[in-house]
């Protein structure tokens, strides 16, 4: 599956921004779908993540409260509300996809077998 990720770009602290990925070449539904981000000079690491009906979503405890995960089988396309962005929020975030029901913590990186080419995020103070 193909990922092309949207949405970044400069924001105010406070803000709101609203990033997509959308998927083609494979069945959009079979895959449990996350975003990531990294800092410069950091790692990248764990944002959010759905399963593949939409029916559990998982966040990073940095973001929980502020960052929402949805997804529209019916479009292709997972979706990342960020509201109340803070300057730490400042990073390149990735989309990624993994099959549906596989086994190993939402959380890990390696688990996730496609990625987007990333959308950059810069949160201003």
């Known amino acids: 599956v193909q990922l092309q990720a949207s949405g970044g770009g400069l924001v105010q602290a406070g803000g709101s921004r609203r990033l997509s990925c959308a998927a083609s070449?494979?069945?959009?539904?079979?895959?449990?779908m996350g975003w990531f981000r990294q800092a410069p000079g950091n790692e990248r690491e764990f944002v959010a993540a759905?399963?593949?009906?939409?029916?559990?979503?998982y966040q990073a405890d940095s973001v929980k409260g502020r960052f929402t995960i949805s997804r529209d089988n019916a479009k292709n396309t997972v979706y990342l509300q960020m509201n109340s962005l803070k300057p730490e929020d400042t990073a390149v975030y990735y989309c990624?996809?993994?099959?549906?029901?596989?086994?190993?913590?939402?959380?890990?990186?390696?688990?996730?077998?496609?990625w987007g080419q990333g959308t950059l995020v810069t949160v201003s103070s």
């Open positions: 759905i399963t593949w009906s939409g029916d559990s979503t």
């Open positions: 070449g494979r069945t959009f539904s079979s895959y449990d």
């Open positions: 990624a996809a993994r099959p549906k029901n596989y086994s190993g913590s939402y959380y890990y990186i390696r688990t996730y077998i496609y």
